[in-house]
């Protein structure tokens, strides 16, 4: 008589279990518009900005306008990040930095920072948006 050995089919079953749970679909990185802006009253003046091109690496633009933005496209794993400094030449003015990420598929989502002077006097500002990664 012959003896059936129990491990042989157990085995091959489980191998196969395996390959199937490890056959996972993947989800495609994600597209994000990043959008960067700085603005604030007629008394602030910008003396320069730093953004995150979406890789890590901080671009310098020198004495932006009112109103200044740039856009552009990232990827998940990238970062988002910017900064920016100037003076408030007459007292009691505002300045705002606001960041931007939209993904291709969802909601957009933002990080802004704003600072005014008070009182009438003149000073300088900071403005950051904390880095952070892209989903």
Aim: one cysteine or more; proline letters at 4%; aromatic letters at 8%.
């Amino acid at each position: 008589m012959r003896a059936i050995s129990f491990c042989g089919p157990a085995i091959l079953a489980l191998a196969a279990a395996s390959f199937g749970c490890s056959n996972k679909t993947t989800t495609p990185p994600l597209d994000y518009l990043v959008r960067y802006e700085v603005t604030g009253s007629a008394g602030a003046h910008f003396d320069s900005t730093t953004y995150d091109d979406g890789q890590g690496t901080l671009i310098k633009v020198t004495t932006p306008r009112n109103g200044w933005f740039v856009s552009l496209n990232a990827t998940s794993g990238g970062s988002v990040e910017a900064h920016a400094w100037g003076t408030d030449s007459a007292g009691a003015q505002w300045a705002k930095l606001k960041g931007t990420w939209t993904p291709s598929a969802g909601s957009t989502v933002s990080d802004s920072t704003v600072a005014a002077g008070s009182g009438g006097i003149s000073g300088t500002f900071a403005l950051s948006v904390n880095k952070r990664r892209l989903p």
